[in-house]
Nanobody
Framework: VQLVESGGGSVQAGGSLRLSCAAS????????MGWFRQAPGKEREFVAA????????YYADSVKGRFTISRDNARNTVYLQMNSLKPEDTAVYYC????????????????????WGQGTQVTVSS
């Protein structure tokens, strides 16, 4: 599975960005695509995820109400619409595929993801 992210950039606090992640290669009958981020000096953290079948979504508390994850089945692409951005959202954002998602905890813990993109930088200035 190959994942290609795009849409990162620099924005002022309160602004918006939309990230895209296009997937190609091997497919799975039921999988989950997620977004994670890692800021300098910090551990990688879960941001949001969506189950391809059914469309259930999951969000970290820190982004709930500001970020929206969605998918385009025909394009095999997942999006992360980020509104009301804050300086603390600054990080490298990665998309990833969990080919066999288990529970909500499993999806959000980040341990089940086998495929990762190269990352895209998001910088929010105050």
């Amino acid at each position: 599975v190959q994942l290609v992210e795009s849409g990162g950039g620099s924005v002022q606090a309160g602004g918006s960005l939309r990230l895209s992640c296009a997937a190609s290669g091997r497919t799975f009958s039921s999988y989950c695509m997620g977004w994670f981020r890692q800021a300098p000096g910090k551990e990688r953290e879960f941001v949001a995820a969506i189950r391809w079948s059914g469309g259930s979504t999951y969000y970290a508390d820190s982004v709930k109400g500001r970020f929206t994850i969605s998918r385009d089945n025909a394009r095999n692409t997942v999006y992360l619409q980020m509104n009301s951005l804050k300086p603390e959202d600054t990080a490298v954002y990665y998309c990833a595929v969990d080919p066999y998602p288990s529970s909500r905890w499993g999806v959000m813990a980040g341990l089940e993801y086998d495929y990762w993109g190269q990352g895209t930088q998001v910088t929010v200035s105050s």
